[in-house]
């Protein structure tokens, strides 16, 4: 599996690193939850190893935008804390999972393995959108319009085309995409936003300047086309047909 990794610590983080790629996963550790939230609504992952008590953004936050960006992604949360309330709160938050530390190599590896064997019997989650002759591959972050070369998608612009596709059906808000891709505050002032899914429609739109697949919605943000329909080749989770 892909793990994202998210802890503070340095020896731990390291030593579970050297453990989960000794298992054969393929691990993207970060030390910090905003960092965290931040990659893990953007990019794609199997699973996600959650440490409790983290810096900048603690685990419960972390958990809540990763479960509104991708509800199928399983959270397993690692904490100090072993007091039934604690548990609680972050299953209630949407975590799948709880260790509490300290906890045995074998005890931690069974319990990814779980996941493991659950992604094995899971068809996987379609990674390919196709509108008309445009074809999204999230996947692989490209983008195919027939009679043009392929363009590389950015993390930014897969998040985005995520978001916004999970979300058809309605606007999207500046403040809502920048929380839930970026990780960051909904009330930064920024343009950033506008700026990336300006660059986003170039690589996707037929004419940039008369968008059909990213549509301006007049004081509110975004939609992914005016009636927000997708057609995707696979079965359940982001970018389902609706």
């Given at each position: 599996m892909r793990i994202l990794l998210v802890e503070d610590e340095v020896m731990l983080r390291d030593g579970l690193t050297d453990l989960l790629e000794g298992a054969g996963h393929e691990v993207v550790a970060v030390?910090?939850?905003?960092?965290?939230?931040?990659?893990?609504?953007?990019?794609?992952?199997?699973?996600?190893?959650?440490?409790?008590?983290?810096?900048?953004?603690?685990?419960?936050?972390?958990?809540?935008?990763?479960?509104?960006?991708?509800?199928?992604?399983?959270?397993?949360?690692?904490?100090?804390?072993?007091?039934?309330?604690?548990?609680?709160a972050g299953l209630s938050t949407g975590a799948d999972d709880y260790v509490t530390k300290p906890f045995s190599p074998r005890e931690l590896l069974a319990r990814v393995e779980v996941f493991a064997r659950r992604l094995r019997a899971t068809p996987a989650a379609p990674e390919i959108i196709v509108r008309g002759d445009l074809t999204l591959d999230l996947g692989r972050c490209a983008c195919v319009r027939t009679g043009r070369p392929e363009e590389v998608l950015t993390a930014r612009e897969v998040g985005i085309l995520r978001w916004l596709v999970r979300h058809e059906g309605r606007a999207v808000s500046r403040a809502e995409l920048l929380e839930h891709v970026w990780g960051l505050s909904p009330n930064l002032e920024t343009r950033t936003v506008d700026v990336t899914i300006a660059n986003l429609r170039k690589k996707v739109e037929d004419d940039p300047k008369d968008p059909s697949i990213i549509v301006s919605v007049k004081g509110v943000g975004y939609s992914f086309g005016p009636l927000a329909r997708a057609t995707t080749r696979g079965a359940g989770g982001a970018g389902g047909q609706r």
């Open positions: 030390g910090d939850g905003l960092t965290g939230a931040e990659r893990g609504t953007a990019e794609a992952f199997d699973m996600v190893v959650l440490d409790l008590m983290l810096p900048r953004l603690d685990g419960l936050e972390v958990c809540r935008r990763l479960r509104l960006a991708r509800p199928a992604l399983p959270v397993l949360m690692l904490t100090a804390k072993g007091d039934e309330a604690d548990k609680v």
